[in-house]
Every structure is written in structure tokens, then in C-alpha cells.
């Protein structure tokens, strides 16, 4: 069974920093790009970030300079680091788990960033 779990959310004031985790089970880890998305209230769900089975990143234009996506494939888990926070960063951040050549992905249930003013 696959999972994928993401933790490290919370609140914070604007500024501030936040290192969100996304652990995954039941996969080959290592053969697998890793994403997080973010879902704000009312909004679509939008990619942040991603980070190839290689290690080559890249990130949305609102945020990058700010949010840092590293993967450790011995701990089968990938982070965001999220600094200079602003309140438009609040919103449910999920983790995504794709293997184009397999045609899978996988998504986590996320969890919520609150950034406050």
C-alpha cells in the first residue's frame, strides 16, 4: 500500500519559516519525481515545487528564492523548506509522488500552512 505523509505545518507570522516533510512508503522511492502543491481556500490546487529522481529542482515563480525542495532517498522523504513566509503562502500544501514512465502518481492528504500578518 502506498502512502505518502506530509507533517510540519502550522501557524506562523509573516517572515517567519516553516520545514514541511513528506514521507513515503510502498514505493521505490528513489525512482520517483516528488512535488509539493498547495491548495489555498476558494483557489485551485497549484505546483510549488518539484524535484526530479535526479535531484534537479524547480519551483513556482512565488516562490522561488524563498522555498527550498531537497529529497533524502535513504529516508524515503522530501522536504520544503519555506522562509520569508507571507500570508499568501497559507494554504494546504500536498505532496505528490510521479513515475511518467509507470504512469503513477500518488498523493498525500496534506497539511496546513497558516501564515499570518
Known amino acids: 500500500q502506498v502512502q505518502l505523509v506530509e507533517s510540519g505545518g502550522g501557524s506562523v507570522q509573516a517572515g517567519e519559516s516553516l520545514r514541511l516533510s513528506c514521507a513515503a512508503s510502498?514505493?521505490?522511492?528513489?525512482?520517483?519525481?516528488m512535488h509539493w502543491y498547495r491548495q489555498a481556500p476558494g483557489k485551485q490546487r497549484e505546483v510549488v515545487a518539484g524535484?526530479?529522481?535526479?535531484?534537479?529542482?524547480n519551483y513556482s515563480d512565488s516562490v522561488k528564492g524563498r522555498f527550498t525542495i531537497s529529497r533524502d532517498n535513504a529516508k524515503n522523504t522530501v522536504y520544503l523548506v519555506m522562509n520569508s513566509l507571507k500570508p499568501e503562502d497559507t494554504a494546504v500544501y500536498y505532496c505528490?509522488?510521479?513515475?511518467?514512465?509507470?504512469?503513477?502518481?500518488?498523493w498525500g492528504r496534506g497539511t496546513q500552512v497558516t501564515v499570518s500578518s
Open positions: 510502498g514505493i521505490i522511492f528513489r525512482f520517483y519525481a
Open positions: 524535484i526530479t529522481s535526479r535531484g534537479d529542482t
Open positions: 505528490r509522488a510521479s513515475q511518467l514512465a509507470w504512469g503513477q502518481e500518488y
